[in-house]
């Protein structure tokens, strides 16, 4: 429920040529949706916007005034609007959700597309396809995911190179895997990233007892090292023997 009879509101946030505050917009939209008729003022300096924190004794931008009292930042409208907000705090799985029910729409996608809707090369799409996006997000910051990777995996933190080469490796198994090629080399890949990572997550967390923070979605990731973390892996592992069976079938 709104706080406010009397819709007005002052928003004061950077536009600049160089820099437009997202935090800006966002208050912006957020107090258009709960019905305020926003007076916008753009701070279009670097000066301009010190002189304004200075006024107001305020450390950061935007911020928000309704009815001549600061409620403040983009946090804090949230709080006075009570309007929940997407913001990712603490630990958190909701990457490898993300990561998991896109994986399996697109399993779903590719099978339709390939008029093989049978469950298992459904599971095996879910599988190849879960390999090739969690080594997209470590692909993309190479350096940050080996840092957080090399604390708990056995190998990596013995040989710092392992870490650079594992999301290559990943990728490229999950790759071959989809075409469903190469599968005596893609197999045996798997197979061992898959075990090294099983054992290193297991030593970590149910040995070990450390609360760390899992690489599998890149780095400086709130994914908490876990169970999810060991069944990624164990999934890999069962598909590298499950492809690998085939081979002798």
Not at 115 to 124: A, C, G, H
Not at 165 to 171: D, L, V
């Amino acid at each position: 429920m709104d706080k406010q009879t009397h819709k007005s509101a002052k928003l004061y946030r950077m536009v600049m040529d160089e820099h437009i505050c997202p935090f800006g917009i966002k208050s912006k939209h957020l107090l258009e949706k709960h019905g305020y008729e926003v007076e916008d003022h753009h701070l279009t300096t670097r000066e301009e916007t010190d002189a304004f924190q200075e006024k107001h004794n305020v450390d950061t931008t935007p911020q928000t005034f309704i009815d001549g009292e600061r409620v403040g930042g983009l946090d804090e409208l949230h709080a006075y609007l009570e309007e929940p907000s997407m913001k990712q705090e603490g630990t958190t799985y909701q990457p490898v959700i993300a990561v998991f029910a896109t994986s399996f729409l697109m399993a779903l996608a590719v099978g339709f597309t390939a008029d093989s809707l049978s469950p298992i090369r459904i599971v095996e799409l879910f599988i190849a396809i879960s390999m090739c996006v969690l080594a997209i997000l470590k692909l993309r910051d190479l350096f940050s995911f080996t840092n957080q990777f090399i604390t708990y995996d056995l190998l990596a933190g013995r040989y710092v190179p392992y870490g650079y080469f594992y999301p290559f490796a990943e990728a490229g198994a999950g790759i071959l895997m989809i075409a469903s090629a190469l599968i005596w080399l893609a197999a045996p890949v798997a197979l061992l990233i898959g075990t090294i990572g099983a054992i290193s997550v297991f030593k970590a967390v149910y040995i070990d007892k450390r609360e760390l923070k899992c690489a599998c979605v890149g780095g400086d990731s709130n994914v908490p090292l876990g169970a999810i973390s060991l069944t990624e892996n164990l999934m890999m592992v069962g598909m590298a023997i499950w492809m690998g069976s085939k081979l002798f079938v």
